[in-house]
Structure formats: structure tokens, C-alpha cells
């Protein structure tokens, strides 16, 4: 153990100096206060959660501190220093790590030369690595983080890329690490296995702060936590003292019901039926391997697997936007995959399936459009929209602000640009967009990714409501608690095959988690 | 939500901030002019008075402003798609080419039979050239910079065989057309401004001063308030949203670089239709390529476009004089300022941003205290 006295943050008054220190933090985008009067004490030695809704500012006070953004007003202090953070440069020679949400990794370098990049050491990168080498492997071994630092990083499961930005900020000599958003990428098993990694680093000393929204793991891990709403730190408490409600409460700022209560379903007759689908993608690999499933009136299947193992391609399939390769997609008894009339995707919506899909910045709307233009994305040719030739701007400017009104989006103005609303508004945008048809089936992809608390218990209940009024929802997450929660059945997808189903009323974590890794079929 | 002390008024990036970079461009230009032992003072005397200062320079400066117009507009229109059209210069040159085949098929016919082929053989003409190169990036991924470069260099040689072998009027030497008939000349300005009784001296300008002017308002009511140019700009902004709605990026690609090809064959109309009224050599003159910093400058919007057409047009016009006013500068002088003018505007448009909305909230804020 390298750290020699370990600070009893865990119990109380944190000693002096804190590890980090931000005092009166302030920060304007614009219009948008994203952070006002922020003040935070990290103990060294520690984990320190950050949770917040989205648009609490939270990732905008942790791009401050690495140095992406410099604060309109306030301090930031490390060890008790006044420091002046202009770059990430100088956020990572006062020992500051960050692994990002998404990874900032280059997919056609090796882990070797990832891990070097930005820290080479002289012109020539013989020498650099080959001291990166040795220093990678007496990390691993340390820290249980193995990984073969002549792979490419491209080619690697998330897990392992995660792993590689960890050891990235590792290798830079990194003291304080953030972590924003870990787990959305793991496995329960793997995220495990990283919650021990950081426990081993908090006892050498070194301090973990944790930006996440899953309260479960705020509990599980975090020794103090601070709470973050609208630019502004409602409290910091100790994990010890406080309970997951209570911090929702505090991040939401009213009661909020964790659980969605939820009748058993009343399952009709099969509005989609998939039959040995096979999708090869661009580059010739097969994402989905013979899968055959149905989706009935009523209720909602969930597919469950960690991301990467042919959701999203059998999702996109469905939704007439790759072309399968073998196999049969029969919807309301027509079947999807024969491209014989007119765009699928077009096609598809006019039959009444709709789809939200996974990813809403790169597909669900166009950011630089207004909200208005995004709120009639893929419905552009309604003859409600349109007077002869001309678009309506009128009509769809109408149809936005109703759409806002019943989903709660906020602020209310259509003619917000798309990229300003916060991820949980932009969400409710394109939900809206794609219940207000009142779909027969529902593909929906990841409703909740990035969103905070107060939305997704508004989605989870649309979605809820929806399947009671005996329409089909064909769920994609890679979050286990959210198809726990909505699916009335589960499918596990490893490596592009439906590898079991389960009655979500018997489905048990553990076990979910295994299928998930591929280490056992269902019965 | 209210305005936090961070924002500047709109009016600062639209309108002070383009007349900031102009002032720096002009100032820069200032100071070559002082290195070749001129007065700054007179070059923009001389370029303003040669733009603006009689009747008849402005009727040239709107001749020029014409072209660029139409040219700004095809790049604009363009790149709503996310398409770089380079190839302006070679669908003028084409456009041109139908232009003047109707012309010598049918300038026998009255004005009002002639004039509705010839717009519709510019449109047609340059939008066929500009066809090619979308069709080969939407289905063969050809890179649009690459093969509408390509195709300038294509129209040029084409041109020349055409005019020296083919429509070269029978026994001269210089390669051009026979001259069209006068009653399918389009109608000059100073022509209709004289019979209501406003002098104008002769010059260029033309009916097709005003046939730019409603191309601009009708490319600004497709982009923005029609459905195709709705899903135009859904595949320019985020091409995998416009597939995820429906749209066939592939298509709007096609089409997009039709009606760019289209607009940019309308300069065949002002240049041959209206003022040379025969086909010749070299006539687009590389407006093509100028209304790729006129759409830059304008940001590609038809209003943007216009003004940074005339904007052009006055630099065209004024900088003709500059060789007569004065000795030690040439027509070269304005090639520089336009340089500068495009480096301003166009990659250094942020210069002066931070700074000047800077300016601007310090004393928002001072309001609001």
C-alpha cells in the first residue's frame, strides 16, 4: 500500500487539505447558467459521487476541472492550492484523470500506443513505449487490469476500452480520477469488477469521482455524494446517511416513485414476428445471427445484452433501415424485409410502426435543426404539414408546441434550436414525435440513455400506458434495471443470437447477467 | 429563460460583424497600397467612385452583381445539402451552351417564345452537368470537389471544340457564334429605365438582374418552406437522421446538385442573353468560382448572397478603374483585395468575435446592473 495514513473521510469532517476544492464555480453557455456558485470538497482518499439530472451541470463542472471549459468566476484548488486549469494539459500534470463517457481512444492505434498518445516522451516513440510497456505492466498487475497492450484498441470489447482509458489516466501519474458515466457500457460482472478496482484505489489514497445517475451504484460505492440540480449544489451528504429516495428527491426536487407500478400484461395477438433474420453489416460481419422472435399485441419485450451484440442492427433491421440478409420480418402479416415499394423506413411509418431509435443525437433528429423541424422528422410529407407545395412552418410550429405541452418538454419553445433542450427534453421531443401517430408497434431503442430521473419516469409510463392500450413495444436497453422494470418478457442477445427468454416476472439479475456475457443459455 | 450577461445581440454577429471584417480587409488592402507608394485614401475613393459613382458604373456594378448572384446561389443550395459544388464555372459554361443553341435555333421566333426556351436550356443545360457529378457521389461515392472540378476542366475543352469546329460563324477566324437576332436580346436596363423617363447611360445590366432577384426568393422558399427542401437539409445536417426519416440521401443528392447546376446555368442567360447575345470563348470569366466566396460570405443565404453579390460586383466594377486612376496599381489590386475580403470573411470569420461580443455583454450587463 502506497497510501500511508488513509483519511477517515468515510466518517465525517474531511481533514485538511481536500484532494479538490471548487469554490463558487461559475459558468454560462449562452443563456444557460450551467453552473452557479458551485462549491465542492473531495477528501483525498475517497469516492465522491456527483449525481444530478441531466442538465444539472455536473458534466460541465467535471469539463471544468479537466480543463475543456474555463469557469466565468471561481477556484479551483488541488491540495489545497489555487490552481489554474486552461487546458486539459494542466489538469493532468496536477495528477487529474478523466475517462470519459464516451472514450476518447484511437480505434486503429494498439492499447500501447493509446496509451502513450499526448505523453510519447521525445520525438522518437521507440524509447516511449518501450518504457509505457514495462510501466503497463506493473499497472496491470497491480490493479487487475490486464489488457494486451499490442491489440487494437478498435477491435476490443467496451469493457476492455474502458479499461484502456483507465489505465490511460493511470500512466499519466493521475491521483484524482473522474469517472463520468462507467458503467453504461458493462456488464453487472464487469461493472463489479471495477467498483473493486476503484475500492483498491481509494484505500492506496487516491480519490474517485464518480458522475453517474444509477442511485444503486451511488449506494454501493460512493463514500460521500453530492447532489447537483439545475447549475447548483442542493447538498453533499454521506452515502452512510442517506437513501436512494431520499437523493432522488434532492436531485429532482419533489417525490419521485423509483419503481413503475405496472399491471400484468394482457398479450393479444402477434402484431411482429421475426423469422431467422440474419444482418451482415457494411463490413461484411453478420450482426444478427438467425433470430427468430414474436411481439404481441399488449406487451412489451425487452432485449436485453451489453452493447455491441446486435441489438441496434436487428432494431435498424425492423425499422426498414438495413437491408437483412436472410430471414423475415412480417408485420401485420405483410413482410418488411421485401423492399419491392418505396423506402422501407418511409413505408414502415406509414403502417403504423414507430421507432425511437437508440441513438437520438446521430439519428432521432437533427440537433441543428429548430425543435420544430425535428418534431416532424421522418413526417414531413403529413397532409397536415403541407398547403400545395409550401411546409407548413405554421402548421409545424402548431404541432411542436402541442407535442411539448403533453410530454412536458421543457422549455417549451419550438423554435429552440434541437441541440439546446437537455437530453431528457430532446428525448421526450422525438417520443412524442413517434407516439403521436399512435403506433401499432413501438421499436424503441435505449428510451432513457442520458436522461434524467424526473424524464424517465414520464417515459416509463408512456411506454407502460401505451402497452395497456394493446399496443406492441419492442424494447432495446443495455440497462438491466430499465427491462427489469418495463418488459413484460425478456430476450438476451450475445453476439447477435438470441441466446434465452425469461418471464420478466421470474428473471433474476445474476442470472441475466451470465446470459448477457455469453456464460449460459436459458433453459 | 432569461439572457444571461454571456449574450451578445444577434444583431452584432449578423450585421457588425461582417462590417468589421470588411474594415480590416479594406484596412489591409490600405496598407498595400501604401507599399507600392499610393494613398490608401484615393484606392477607395477610386474603387467606391468607380462602383457607385455614376449611373452607369452602378450599371455595371449590377451587370456583375447578376452573375455572382446566380453563382452564390447554385453553391448555396449545394451545400444545404452537404455538397461542395465547385463546378460552377464549367455549368455556367454550359448553361451558356444552351442558351445559345436556342437562340440560333429559334431566334427567328418572337421574344416570348424564344426567352422561356433559353431560361429553361440554361437551367436544363447546366443542371445535366451538374447531374453527372451527383450521380457519381450518391451511387459511386466519388467525391462531388473532385469530379465537378474535373467537370470544369471537361466543359472548357468541350466548349472550345465547339466553337473553333462547330458553331463557329462560316468564314471567320475569331471562335464564335454568328451574332442572334436583336429581337431575342433580353431587354437592357437603360432601354426601359429611358422610356419611363429615368435617364440611364448604357450598361450591361439587364432583365436578368431581375430574374436573379426572384431566383434568390424562390431558392429561399425551397430551402425553407417546401418539404424537399426540408428532407435537402435534413441529409446535408445529419445524413443518417434524414435516412432514419425516410429520405433517400442519394436522391436529394442528385437533386441538389440539379438545381445547383441549374442556378449556376443561369448565368449563361445574363452573360449571353443578355449582353454578348453570341456564344464566345471564356465567357463565365470564373464567376462560377466567385460565387463560392459569395456564398461563403453570404452564408448561404439568398439575402446573404445577394449582398455579398453586389458586394463583389462593386469590387469587379470599382477595381476596372483602378488601372486608369492610378500609376502604380493594376487590375491585380483587386484580385488582393478580394483576397482579403474572402480571408476576412471567410476563414478568419471569427477573428473578431470574441472580442466584439465581449464588448457587447460587458455593456448589457452594465444595463442590467
Known amino acids: 500500500m502506497t497510501g500511508n495514513d488513509r483519511p477517515d473521510s468515510r466518517r465525517g469532517a474531511p481533514p485538511e487539505p481536500a484532494a479538490l476544492e471548487l469554490i463558487g464555480i461559475e459558468k454560462w453557455f449562452g443563456p444557460v447558467h450551467a453552473n452557479s456558485g458551485v462549491s465542492l470538497r473531495v477528501a483525498r482518499g475517497s469516492i465522491h459521487g456527483v449525481i444530478g439530472e441531466n442538465g444539472a451541470g455536473k458534466s460541465t463542472l467535471m469539463s471544468i476541472v479537466y480543463g475543456y471549459h474555463r469557469p466565468d468566476a471561481g477556484e479551483v484548488r488541488i491540495a489545497g492550492r489555487a490552481v489554474a486549469i486552461g487546458r486539459p494539459a494542466d489538469a493532468i500534470a496536477a495528477g487529474i484523470g478523466m475517462v470519459h463517457q464516451h472514450f476518447m481512444l484511437v480505434d486503429t492505434f494498439t492499447v500501447l500506443e493509446n496509451i502513450v498518445l499526448g505523453a510519447e516522451g521525445g520525438a522518437l516513440l521507440r524509447g516511449g513505449l518501450a518504457q509505457a510497456r514495462a510501466e503497463l505492466s506493473r499497472l496491470a498487475r497491480e490493479y487487475q487490469l490486464d489488457v494486451d497492450p499490442d491489440a487494437l484498441v478498435g477491435e476490443l470489447p467496451v469493457g476492455l476500452q474502458q479499461r484502456v482509458e483507465i489505465l490511460k489516466a493511470l500512466y499519466r501519474g493521475a491521483q484524482i480520477l473522474i469517472l463520468d458515466e462507467p458503467t453504461a457500457v458493462l456488464t453487472p460482472q464487469e461493472a463489479d469488477h471495477l467498483f473493486r478496482i476503484l475500492r483498491l484505489w481509494r484505500d492506496q489514497g487516491r480519490t474517485v469521482i464518480l458522475i453517474t445517475h444509477k442511485l444503486r451504484e451511488v449506494m454501493a460505492i460512493t463514500d460521500r455524494v453530492t447532489v447537483m440540480r439545475r447549475g447548483e449544489v442542493v447538498d453533499t451528504v454521506d452515502t452512510a446517511s442517506t437513501s436512494r429516495e431520499q437523493l432522488a428527491e434532492m436531485m429532482v426536487g419533489r417525490r419521485v416513485i423509483l419503481r413503475v407500478q405496472k399491471a400484468p400484461a394482457k398479450p393479444g395477438k402477434d402484431v411482429l414476428r421475426v423469422e431467422h433474420l440474419d444482418v451482415v453489416d457494411g463490413r461484411g460481419v453478420r450482426r444478427v445471427k438467425d433470430a427468430s422472435f414474436a411481439v404481441r399485441a399488449g406487451e412489451i419485450v425487452g432485449i436485453a445484452g451489453v452493447s455491441g451484440n446486435g441489438q441496434s442492427e436487428l432494431l435498424a433491421a425492423i425499422a426498414g433501415l438495413l437491408q437483412p440478409s436472410a430471414g423475415r420480418i412480417v408485420y401485420h402479416d405483410r413482410d418488411l424485409a421485401d423492399a419491392s415499394d418505396g423506402e422501407p423506413a418511409r413505408r414502415a411509418r406509414r403502417m403504423k410502426l414507430a421507432h425511437v431509435p437508440e441513438d437520438r443525437h446521430r439519428m432521432g433528429m437533427v440537433v441543428s435543426f429548430s425543435a420544430y423541424d425535428s418534431a416532424i422528422l421522418g413526417y414531413q410529407d403529413d397532409a397536415e404539414l403541407n398547403r400545395g407545395v409550401i411546409l407548413s412552418r405554421g402548421a409545424a410550429i402548431d404541432r411542436c408546441a402541442r407535442l411539448m405541452d403533453a410530454y412536458d418538454v421543457r422549455p417549451g419553445r419550438p423554435l429552440l434550436k434541437s441541440a439546446n433542450f437537455s437530453g431528457g427534453n430532446q428525448q421526450k421531443i422525438v417520443l412524442g414525435r413517434e407516439l403521436d401517430r399512435d403506433p401499432d408497434l413501438l421499436l424503441v431503442g435505449q428510451p432513457t440513455r442520458g436522461v434524467d430521473i424526473g424524464a424517465i419516469e414520464f417515459i416509463h409510463r408512456r411506454l407502460i400506458e401505451m402497452r395497456d392500450r394493446g399496443k406492441a413495444i419492442l424494447l432495446v436497453s443495455v440497462e438491466l434495471d430499465e427491462i427489469l422494470a418495463l418488459a413484460d418478457r425478456i430476450l438476451v442477445m450475445f453476439d447477435g443470437a438470441i441466446v434465452g427468454e425469461i418471464d420478466a416476472a421470474a428473471a433474476d439479475e445474476r442470472e441475466l447477467g451470465l446470459m448477457m456475457a455469453g456464460a449460459r443459455e436459458a433453459a | ?369
Open chain 2, 1 to 369: 429563460m432569461t439572457a444571461g450577461p454571456t449574450e451578445a445581440p444577434r444583431w452584432v454577429g449578423l450585421v457588425l460583424l461582417p462590417v468589421v471584417n470588411l474594415v480590416a480587409a479594406f484596412a489591409l488592402a490600405g496598407l498595400v497600397a501604401l507599399a507600392l507608394n499610393e494613398s490608401p485614401i484615393q484606392l477607395m475613393h477610386v474603387l467606391f467612385f468607380g462602383a457607385f459613382g455614376t449611373l452607369e458604373s452602378v450599371g455595371f456594378t449590377l451587370y456583375y452583381t447578376t452573375s455572382f448572384i446566380f453563382a452564390g446561389l447554385a453553391v448555396a443550395v449545394a451545400f444545404h445539402c452537404g455538397l461542395f459544388n465547385i463546378g460552377g464555372e464549367g455549368q455556367a459554361y454550359i448553361g451558356g451552351l444552351g442558351v445559345g443553341l436556342v437562340c440560333l435555333a429559334f431566334d427567328t421566333l418572337p421574344f416570348i417564345v424564344v426567352l422561356p426556351l433559353a431560361l429553361l436550356a440554361a437551367m436544363g443545360f447546366g443542371a445535366a452537368w451538374a447531374y453527372v457529378p451527383g450521380w457519381l457521389q450518391a451511387k459511386r461515392g466519388s467525391h462531388v470537389v473532385i469530379t465537378t472540378i474535373m467537370f470544369n476542366f471537361i466543359a472548357a475543352a468541350l466548349m472550345t471544340y465547339l466553337l473553333v469546329d462547330v458553331l463557329i460563324k462560316p468564314g471567320q477566324s475569331s471562335p464564335e457564334t454568328r451574332e442572334f437576332a436583336q429581337g431575342v436580346w433580353l431587354p437592357l436596363a437603360h432601354d426601359w429605365l429611358t422610356a419611363i423617363g429615368i435617364p440611364m447611360p448604357r450598361s450591361p445590366l439587364n432583365l436578368s438582374f431581375v430574374f436573379a432577384l426572384a431566383a434568390a426568393a424562390l431558392v429561399w422558399v425551397f430551402i425553407w418552406h417546401t418539404r424537399w427542401g426540408y428532407e435537402l437539409r435534413a441529409v446535408g445536417l445529419n445524413e443518417e437522421a434524414a435516412v432514419y426519416a425516410g429520405i433517400s440521401p442519394s436522391r436529394q443528392i442528385i437533386v441538389a446538385m440539379a438545381i445547383s447546376g441549374g442556378l449556376a446555368g443561369l448565368v449563361g442567360i445574363n452573360e449571353i442573353l443578355g449582353v454578348h447575345h453570341r456564344l464566345l470563348l471564356g465567357f463565365p470569366a470564373g464567376y462560377g468560382f466567385i460565387g463560392i466566396a459569395v456564398a461563403l460570405m453570404g452564408r448561404n443565404h439568398p439575402v446573404g448572397v445577394c449582398l455579398a453579390a453586389l458586394l463583389f460586383g462593386a469590387l469587379f466594377q470599382g477595381g476596372s478603374e483602378i488601372s486608369f486612376e492610378m500609376r502604380n496599381l493594376n487590375r491585380e489590386m483587386v484580385v488582393v483585395i478580394e483576397g482579403l475580403v474572402i480571408l476576412f470573411c471567410g476563414a478568419l470569420e471569427n477573428l473578431f468575435r470574441p472580442r466584439l461580443e465581449a464588448l457587447f455583454r460587458r455593456r448589457r450587463a452594465a444595463a442590467a446592473a
